[in-house]
């Protein structure tokens, strides 16, 4: 009995441990002790080589952890050292930093396995909310005669072991750190966000959820898993286990009434709007009449405070008014019986030197003799050319709430933003995205910015009276773009490292490069590496472009030109590599500090002749084009008149994997419903989700789709392959199609349908387009049961013969070039192309991964066409040697 009491408890206690594996990266010890490994951490196995090396290691603390003593690191070491016969073992030195502050030297007396454990004081620690990461940094120093010839290493393993101590303090509740605490990079805790939408939502809803979305993808390099549902399925657990965004009104959201927030929800009372003209001129006279109106069954004694806009001047206002501070006045309206109504008019000067088109603005506030907010009303004048003397008036169809903060009403047009701690769990926020309107709702969701030059967003509440939105300005692209105006500064490469560096730079859509495209390479480097040998190699995307060695003759300020590859070139984003080609190593010169360096001038430059192309679209090259511009001004979320919860979330993974690649301040993505897109579809980049009988989008370019639908149905039959199979109905496929969009004129705008034969498969679809983007190619993509085709239905067009030449001096100065360069051949032709098909396995479980880097492939080689006659000789060749073996064998069994 004792036995199977204690095979009990064995069991439970191993369950426990397991239960407490945070994302099965790390072990939480206790309460206050964490525990993870560096493989856990996303290290493998790092050697250090001397006679000179360092390693780092990076992380971050998840918010609001405190480091307390006790906390250290425990290596796994390997040390291996080659002796020439007859030699000593060389003195050896590990030294460990934290944050580039010393921690312990220890010295390393023979080879073998060791563990050195070194103590993390806690004021050596950055704190949570610092955006930097913690840095470990191990340098490896061995000290020998450097014609020895003794070659040591260490090795520092992946076992290896960050324990720390800590205190659970406070969240940091901060908008100025969004997206933290939900999203801390290179955090131990893996966190996941979930949208909550009001159960009916509406296109204006989903429109601000994407916008946010965005945000995210952006600042968290698409590496935050999003989610989303309803308030009505949310009410029950509001916070439990997992970071918030409330994203309605609060009409439509019951979340947002049921929380305990700074900015407070009230409803309204009785009555209290107003009056003011359309449009006033700079430096007249502007005036406006408050109305109000008693609605209960009894006398009420009511005050008004009005705020005016700060471009206007007070002169005046009705009887038992008066301003009472600057931009503020006090109307005592006093006792109204039950029905009674009053009014007053304020009268301004606008300033004479204002902006067109700005609003002049008042917000009455309505209180009792308590100071208890009543009502609210907000209305605006807008600058223009001339006055009018139309009036404009406040709505008549209000919302039921409005929004309270202290003992002021916040402007019904105005978005609020506010953060909070999950009332039901302490280590989770709320965000809350409101307003009263439509407009509203849409200036919260673009006010959720942290990177906003003016400081606005702090603490937890904002308040967003206006979004000044504007389309990016389109401007012709530079032919000179040098690597400064890039943001790229000067580039020290110490080559023994094998470092590299590479320059991102884009082609705008409908464009190609012209032959005399090149690369000007500023560049010097060490003396050196003149004797040394070896040089640099250049790639464009993956494709050599060009590499020149180091000499004498291009030791300092040397200008090189490299041709650009039109075949190597791609719509949208270009990586140019520049990798050290050096393989030699000398202890003695390293032992001397005469290092070995290149360094690449920011005033390097690309000069870029365009020429129009046809624009291409292809899986492969996603997310272009729809981010361009960056903004994503012209990307349209086209979905069913009633879209579920499934396509939304779909929506919110695109938007997020969109902004991760762009660099835009602001974000300007529509949504639509049913037959709404129609009218915003010119022009556009169309993202259209859902069953072909139910999108409106996808059934208006059915006929256009690589794989189109049996008409009236969600069934396919096969238009693609020679040999047709036929498709039982019902069976369930996904599609992630893109061709050009028929409703661009100018053929410069693309469409991507995720739909599929069912709702599982738009399920199926969603998850391909928005998170395994990367093994996506051609311009259709069919998932079923797990699996992925690439396919593309197009042949590829043969280009013209080409070649490239390039000038001797570079078109910004005239600077003399000393300098011998290699590039690859640059003349010839593309073979058509009928069809290509990949097949790729899609895991059983699909998690969001970080904006795809382009894996650098090299050239596709051309296949020329063989002689008959020399297929024949090959197989007679083989035929023979058959022969022979056998008769060799023979022999030598008799």
Request: with cysteine; glycine share 8%; net charge negative.
């Amino acid at each position: 009995m004792k036995k199977l009491c204690g095979m009990v408890i064995g069991i439970t206690l191993q369950l426990l441990v397991l239960l407490a594996v945070p994302g099965q990266r790390g072990v939480a010890q206790s309460a206050d002790e964490y525990e993870v490994t560096l493989k856990g951490m996303g290290y493998q196995d790092r050697v250090a080589s001397g006679p000179r090396s360092s390693v780092y290691y990076y992380f971050n603390l998840p918010p609001g952890w405190e480091i307390l003593d006790g906390s250290y690191i425990l290596l796994d070491l390997e040390y291996d050292v080659l002796l020439p016969e007859g030699a000593v073992y060389p003195v050896a030195l590990l030294d460990v930093q934290l944050n580039y502050q010393p921690l312990q030297t220890e010295e390393l007396l023979a080879p073998g396995t060791q563990q050195l454990r070194v103590a993390l004081p806690p004021d050596r620690f950055l704190p949570s909310k610092d955006p930097r990461s913690n840095t470990i940094q191990i340098l490896f120093r061995e000290y020998s005669d450097c014609e020895s010839n003794i070659f040591s290493s260490v090795k520092i393993k992946d076992t290896s072991t960050l324990h720390l101590v800590y205190r659970e303090g406070p969240l940091p509740v901060d908008l100025a750190l969004f997206p933290m605490p939900i999203y801390q990079k290179m955090a131990f805790e893996p966190t996941q966000v979930r949208f909550v939408l009001p159960g009916k939502f509406d296109e204006a809803d989903v429109r601000a959820a994407a916008v946010i979305a965005a945000r995210l993808g952006q600042l968290t390099s698409n590496q935050l898993p999003i989610s989303a549902t309803l308030a009505s399925e949310q009410l029950a657990y509001v916070g439990t286990g997992e970071h918030l965004i409330i994203v309605g009104s609060p009409d439509d959201n019951p979340i947002i009434g049921q929380l305990t927030l700074p900015v407070s929800v009230a409803r309204r009372q009785f009555v209290l709007r107003s009056q003011m003209p359309m449009t006033v001129t700079p430096g007249s006279i502007l005036s406006y009449t408050i109305f109000v109106e008693n609605t209960a069954p009894l006398a009420q004694s009511l005050i008004v405070e009005d705020r005016f806009s700060p471009v206007a001047t007070f002169l005046g206002c009705g009887e038992s008014c008066a301003q009472v501070a600057s931009g503020k006045i006090r109307w005592g309206v006093g006792s109204l019986a039950a029905g009674q109504s009053a009014s007053t008019t304020v009268i301004l000067r606008v300033a004479p030197s204002i902006l067109l088109d700005t609003p002049v603005r008042h917000t009455a506030t309505m209180m009792n003799q308590q100071g208890d907010v009543l009502n609210v009303d907000t209305l605006a004048s807008q600058i223009g050319g001339k006055s009018e003397s139309r009036l404009s008036a406040s709505s008549q169809q209000k919302s039921a709430m409005f929004f309270v903060q202290g003992t002021q009403a916040v402007p019904e047009d105005a978005g609020v933003i506010q953060e909070i701690i999950s009332p039901q769990s302490p280590r989770h926020v709320v965000v809350i995205v409101t307003g009263l309107t439509d407009e509203a709702l849409l200036k919260a969701a673009h006010g959720l910015n942290p990177r906003n030059q003016f400081p606005g967003m702090a603490g937890t509440v904002a308040i967003v009276e206006d979004a000044h939105i504007s389309a990016l300005p389109v401007s012709m692209p530079l032919r000179d773009i040098a690597f400064a105006s890039l943001g790229y500064e000067d580039t020290g490469l110490n080559v023994l490292d094998l470092e590299l560096t590479e320059y991102l730079f884009d082609l705008p859509p409908g464009l190609t490069l012209g032959e005399d495209s090149y690369l000007m390479l500023h560049l010097a480097h060490s003396a050196i590496l003149s004797t040394v040998g070896g040089g640099m190699k250049v790639t464009l995307n993956g494709v050599p472009i060009g590499s020149a060695n180091f000499d004498d003759s291009n030791l300092s300020g040397v200008w090189l030109p490299i041709p650009l590859s039109r075949t190597a070139v791609q719509p949208g984003l270009n990586r140019i590599r520049i990798q050290s080609t050096v393989t030699h190593t000398d202890r003695c010169i390293v032992d001397k500090n005469n290092s070995y360096w290149v360094e690449i001038y920011a005033n390097s430059y690309l000069h870029l002749n365009y020429i129009p192309a046809r624009t291409t679209f292809s899986l492969g090259l996603l997310p272009y084009p729809f981010n361009r511009p960056g903004d994503l001004s012209r990307v349209i979320f086209a979905l069913p008149e009633t879209p579920s919860l499934v396509e939304v979330e779909g929506v919110l993974r695109i938007a997020s994997w969109l902004g991760s690649a762009s660099k835009s301040r602001d974000f300007m993505p529509l949504v639509t419903f049913g037959e709404d897109f129609q009218a915003s579809r010119s022009g556009r980049h169309i993202v259209a989700i859902g069953l072909p009988t139910a999108n409106p989008a996808i059934r208006g370019v059915n006929a256009r789709l690589p794989q189109p639908f049996v008409l009236g149905s969600n069934d396919v039959y096969q238009s693609i392959d020679g040999p047709i199979y036929g498709i039982p109905p019902g069976t369930v496929f996904g599609f992630v199609q893109e061709l050009a969009s028929p409703w661009d004129s100018e053929g410069k705008s693309s469409m991507v349908a995720v739909t599929g034969t069912a709702d599982e498969g738009v399920r199926w679809a969603l998850s391909a387009f928005s998170q395994l983007y990367s093994r996506l190619t051609g311009n259709l993509a069919i998932v079923q049961e797990g699996e992925l085709h690439s396919i593309s239905t197009q042949p590829l067009v043969a280009t013209e013969v080409f070649s490239i030449t390039v000038p001797l001096t570079p078109s910004l100065s005239e600077i003399p070039i000393a300098i011998t360069v290699t590039t690859p051949t640059l003349q010839g032709t593309l073979e058509q192309l009928s069809q290509t098909l990949t097949s790729q396995r899609v895991p059983g479980q699909i998690t969001p991964t970080a904006m795809p880097t382009k894996e650098d492939t090299p050239p596709a080689q051309s296949r020329s066409s063989r002689p008959k006659w020399l297929i024949l000789l090959f197989a007679g060749s083989v035929l023979a040697v058959v022969v022979s073996i056998v008769w060799v064998i023979r022999q030598a069994r008799s």
